[in-house]
């Protein structure tokens, strides 16, 4: 190597320290035991809060949020919250490992189709309060039923500790949602008993310093190193030899490249079915995310609230979500299809204005709005707008790519029955739209009970989704760590669609295919005056809530330790929002 090459060469050393160490204290960490792993959670949860004002304060002002913006909340709960929370979910099931006791405790009933169902929302009494009516079933693969499921849950527990071997895994952390990078360490940590390397995104490497803060007690047992860079160092990483296995989450493309190769060279390696990389890797990635509305009676109150609900589910974190609605699905012949969209339109508009942060969103939006022959825009003041467009047969472009910015799908069917119309819609969004990864129905509990409840779940039975979501956005299994997070089952590398394997999953299922989340149709009170007993208001997740920065705040002070006095004060905030 002459001299200038060695000027220019990146110097990888520190990377090759870090890996060292940690491959050296691989197996000790791979043999803890279950009363130390609690310990290490407890004390990440007493770190995390000391340094979680400034995390969410940070993460609102990177993400352009406007000072004093409610929005602000959505830093908190998407981040020191959800972490927090899974340390909790976590330390419950190390202390009932023992003959996997803490699967006693949750509900189990046999779906209509015949699948197993686990209740794991709610699982506490602070559950029923806080998340009052909201409820999270996990079905598990065809052929587990109850007698299998110990067997088929936290199975690398069921390996004595002085046997176990551990390992290196290297994450890929996402660059959007804050908590996502170190969920990935901890499925990997205490799901798995591996060791980690986690590589920021450089979008949100500004949180590497609070990471480092909260994560120190993994830190500490050379069981956690955190580094920066960009592709050079993700490309030097996924191919070191000490990495053992690799998580990634982000676009089907960064997984294709690292898997078959950049450009010609993995299009060529795809074909031959010859990957560049051989290791172990799991994904979540990105999806056309659809939202089916089915047609129903609603009043005016209901089409407000759910444009709401729609608001959310494409600008929360101002679009950058790979769970965001990208296509939304309309019967095309509802009388109040215009109302809604109209009720939509208004929402976006009176909301607090932010900005598109995430790189390349201009180029992605202009791309979406070139590609079609009739895009409109929803006006949000100061915020860029909305790009709207309508698709029809034949325009695939909007089925099958992610846009991961503030632009949004339509897609008419023409149905008046109910139940033809949610088949129909179905059909559509398994056959046309890119990924697996969550899909959201919105549909009124008469026009449910109108297709009869059984026959309602057999139907949805037939939505390949990792998540699904009825009368709530899939985001929220996301907070809710217990459920499994990921792609439905059965991708392959060569068609990865949105990825493989699951996170989360604070109960370790081992099988599961998919979660499906369910939330009240109205909020508190309205919601008890229509007969909907659940005290949940406005969700604090909702772009529309004007006290989601104070309700987040105390809700991971909650997590952090729970307390009837605390109680008081996160609902009188709740009500306000």
Same mark, same amino acid.
């Given at each position: 190597?002459?001299?200038?090459?060695?000027? $220019? =060469?990146?110097?990888?050393?520190?990377? !090759? #320290?870090? +890996?060292?160490t940690?491959?050296?204290? *691989?197996?000790?960490? /791979? %043999?803890?035991?279950?009363?130390?792993? $609690? =310990?290490?959670?407890?004390?990440?949860? !007493? #770190?995390? +809060?000391?340094?979680?004002?400034?995390? *969410?304060?940070?993460? /609102? %002002?990177?993400?352009?949020?406007?000072?004093g913006?409610?929005?602000?909340?959505?830093?908190?709960?998407?981040?020191p919250?959800?972490?927090?929370? *899974?340390?909790?979910?976590?330390?419950?099931?190390?202390?009932?490992?023992?003959?996997?006791?803490?699967?006693?405790?949750?509900?189990?009933?046999?779906?209509?189709?015949?699948?197993?169902?686990?209740?794991?929302?709610?699982?506490?009494?602070?559950?029923?309060?806080?998340?009052?009516?909201?409820?999270?079933?996990?079905?598990m693969?065809?052929?587990?039923?109850?007698?299998?499921?110990?067997?088929?849950?936290?199975?690398?527990?069921?390996?004595?500790?002085?046997?176990?071997?551990?390992?290196?895994?290297?994450?890929?952390?996402?660059?959007?949602?804050?908590?996502?990078?170190?969920?990935?360490?901890?499925?990997?940590?205490?799901?798995?008993?591996?060791?980690?390397?986690?590589?920021?995104?450089?979008?949100?490497?500004?949180?590497?310093?609070?990471?480092?803060?909260?994560?120190?007690?993994?830190?500490?047992?050379?069981?956690?190193?955190?580094?920066?860079?960009g592709?050079?160092?993700?490309?030097?990483?996924?191919?070191?030899?000490?990495?053992?296995?690799?998580?990634?989450?982000?676009?089907a493309?960064?997984?294709?490249?690292?898997?078959?190769?950049?450009?010609?060279?993995?299009?060529?390696?795809?074909?031959?079915?010859?990957?560049?990389?051989?290791?172990?890797?799991?994904?979540?990635?990105?999806?056309?995310?659809?939202?089916?509305?089915?047609?129903?009676?609603?009043?005016?109150?209901?089409?407000?609230?759910?444009?709401?609900?729609?608001?959310?589910?494409?600008?929360?974190?101002?679009?950058?979500?790979?769970?965001?609605?990208?296509?939304?699905?309309?019967?095309?012949s509802?009388?109040?299809?215009?109302?809604?969209?109209?009720?939509?339109?208004?929402?976006?508009?009176?909301?607090?204005?932010?900005?598109?942060?995430?790189?390349?969103?201009?180029?992605?939006?202009?791309?979406?709005?070139?590609?079609?022959?009739?895009?409109?825009?929803?006006?949000?003041?100061?915020?860029?707008?909305?790009?709207?467009?309508?698709?029809?047969?034949?325009?695939?472009?909007?089925?099958?790519?992610?846009?991961?910015?503030?632009?949004?799908?339509?897609?008419?069917?023409?149905?008046?029955?109910p139940?033809?119309?949610?088949?129909?819609?179905?059909?559509?969004?398994?056959?046309?739209?890119?990924?697996?990864?969550?899909?959201?129905?919105?549909?009124?509990?008469?026009?449910?009970?109108?297709?009869?409840?059984?026959?309602?779940?057999?139907?949805?039975?037939?939505?390949?989704?990792?998540?699904?979501?009825?009368n709530?956005?899939?985001?929220?299994?996301?907070?809710?760590?217990?459920?499994p997070?990921?792609?439905?089952?059965?991708?392959?590398?060569?068609?990865v669609?949105?990825?493989?394997?699951?996170?989360?999953?604070?109960?370790?299922?081992?099988?599961?295919?998919?979660?499906?989340?369910?939330?009240?149709?109205?909020?508190?009170?309205?919601?008890?005056?229509s007969?909907?007993?659940?005290?949940?208001?406005?969700?604090?997740?909702?772009?529309?809530?004007?006290?989601?920065?104070?309700?987040?705040?105390?809700?991971?002070?909650?997590?952090?330790?729970?307390?009837?006095?605390?109680?008081?004060?996160?609902?009188?905030?709740?009500?306000?929002?």
């Amino acid at each position: 190597m002459n001299k200038i090459t060695a000027d $220019i =060469a990146p110097d990888f050393s520190a990377l !090759d #320290r870090d +890996l060292a160490t940690l491959t050296a204290g *691989a197996v000790g960490w /791979a %043999r803890t035991s279950n009363a130390e792993r $609690i =310990a290490v959670l407890a004390d990440i949860k !007493d #770190r995390l +809060l000391e340094v979680s004002e400034g995390w *969410a304060e940070m993460a /609102a %002002r990177r993400k352009l949020i406007p000072a004093g913006s409610p929005l602000a909340g959505e830093e908190w709960i998407s981040g020191p919250y959800a972490v927090m929370s *899974a340390c909790n979910g976590l330390m419950q099931t190390l202390a009932g490992m023992d003959g996997k006791a803490f699967l006693d405790h949750l509900p189990k009933r046999t779906t209509a189709n015949g699948q197993l169902a686990v209740r794991v929302l709610p699982h506490s009494i602070w559950d029923r309060l806080l998340l009052s009516g909201v409820s999270a079933d996990v079905w598990m693969e065809p052929g587990v039923d109850e007698a299998a499921l110990p067997a088929q849950t936290a199975s690398a527990y069921d390996t004595a500790p002085d046997a176990r071997e551990g390992g290196v895994a290297l994450v890929l952390g996402a660059g959007n949602i804050a908590s996502i990078a170190p969920l990935d360490v901890f499925q990997k940590a205490f799901g798995e008993h591996k060791v980690v390397i986690l590589k920021m995104n450089p979008v949100n490497d500004y949180l590497t310093p609070f990471l480092e803060a909260a994560l120190k007690p993994l830190i500490d047992r050379d069981a956690l190193r955190i580094v920066r860079g960009g592709a050079e160092v993700g490309g030097y990483l996924c191919t070191h030899d000490l990495v053992d296995e690799i998580h990634i989450t982000g676009a089907a493309a960064s997984h294709d490249v690292i898997v078959w190769g950049p450009g010609e060279e993995g299009a060529k390696n795809k074909a031959a079915g010859t990957p560049k990389l051989t290791k172990p890797i799991t994904s979540e990635l990105g999806a056309v995310c659809p939202t089916i509305v089915v047609p129903g009676n609603w009043s005016r109150a209901d089409i407000r609230f759910q444009a709401e609900h729609l608001a959310t589910q494409k600008l929360h974190n101002s679009g950058f979500n790979c769970v965001a609605c990208q296509m939304l699905v309309l019967p095309r012949s509802w009388d109040q299809k215009d109302d809604l969209m109209q009720a939509l339109q208004k929402v976006m508009r009176e909301m607090d204005a932010r900005q598109a942060y995430y790189p390349g969103a201009a180029d992605r939006m202009a791309g979406f709005a070139d590609h079609s022959a009739k895009a409109t825009t929803f006006d949000r003041g100061e915020a860029p707008d909305l790009v709207v467009t309508s698709v029809g047969e034949g325009t695939s472009w909007f089925t099958e790519n992610e846009v991961f910015a503030p632009a949004l799908s339509t897609y008419e069917i023409h149905a008046a029955d109910p139940e033809a119309y949610l088949i129909e819609a179905i059909r559509y969004a398994n056959d046309t739209l890119h990924g697996t990864l969550g899909a959201n129905i919105v549909i009124h509990p008469r026009t449910i009970r109108q297709i009869g409840r059984a026959r309602f779940e057999d139907i949805i039975a037939d939505l390949r989704y990792g998540t699904i979501a009825v009368n709530a956005w899939t985001g929220l299994a996301f907070l809710a760590t217990a459920c499994p997070w990921g792609a439905f089952p059965g991708h392959t590398l060569d068609d990865v669609g949105s990825g493989i394997g699951f996170a989360h999953n604070t109960f370790m299922f081992d099988k599961p295919e998919r979660v499906v989340v369910t939330a009240p149709w109205r909020p508190f009170p309205r919601g008890v005056l229509s007969g909907q007993f659940t005290l949940l208001p406005r969700p604090p997740w909702f772009v529309t809530n004007r006290r989601q920065h104070v309700v987040g705040r105390l809700l991971t002070a909650f997590q952090h330790k729970p307390s009837w006095l605390k109680l008081p004060r996160i609902f009188a905030n709740a009500l306000r929002g």
